[in-house]
Nanobody, 127 residues
Framework: QVKLVESGGGSVESGGSLRLSCAGS????????MGWFRQAPGAEREWVGA???????TYADFVKGRFTISQDNAKNTLYLQMNSLKPDDTAMYYC?????????????????????WGKGTLVTISS
């Protein structure tokens, strides 16, 4: 059974950092296109960043230079390191997998393209 479980969310002050984790089971994350998304209160879900099966990463403009995606293949876990956090980064953060693209990510990732989703982890940034 394929499962993605996010963790690491919490409340921090503006300028702080958090590292989110996405633990996978039932399949190997490194074989596929993996993405991070977020949904702020009252807003639509938006794509944050992606990592392909060759390890290359791409980010939405609003997080470039602040967020970094990485993965630990031994732990089958995806990470999102978030630095210089702003109140606008407050959102529920989700990881998702696209298994039908052979590991390639069609940027920007869209919800409909993703095959599996975690339930999310909440990030709250105070000013």
């Amino acid at each position: 059974q394929v499962k993605l479980v996010e963790s690491g969310g919490g409340s921090v002050e503006s300028g702080g950092s958090l590292r989110l984790s996405c633990a996978g089971s039932g399949f190997g994350l490194s074989r596929y296109c993996m993405g991070w998304f977020r949904q702020a209160p009252g807003a639509e879900r938006e794509w944050v960043g992606a990592i392909e099966n060759d390890g290359s990463t791409t980010y939405a403009d609003f997080v470039k230079g602040r967020f970094t995606i990485s993965q630990d293949n031994a732990k089958n876990t995806l990470y999102l390191q978030m630095n210089s956090l702003k109140p606008d980064d407050t959102a529920m953060y989700y990881c998702a997998a696209e298994v039908s693209s052979g590991g390639y990510c069609y940027i920007p990732l869209v919800d409909d393209a993703m095959d599996y989703w975690g339930k999310g982890t909440l990030v709250t940034i105070s000013s």
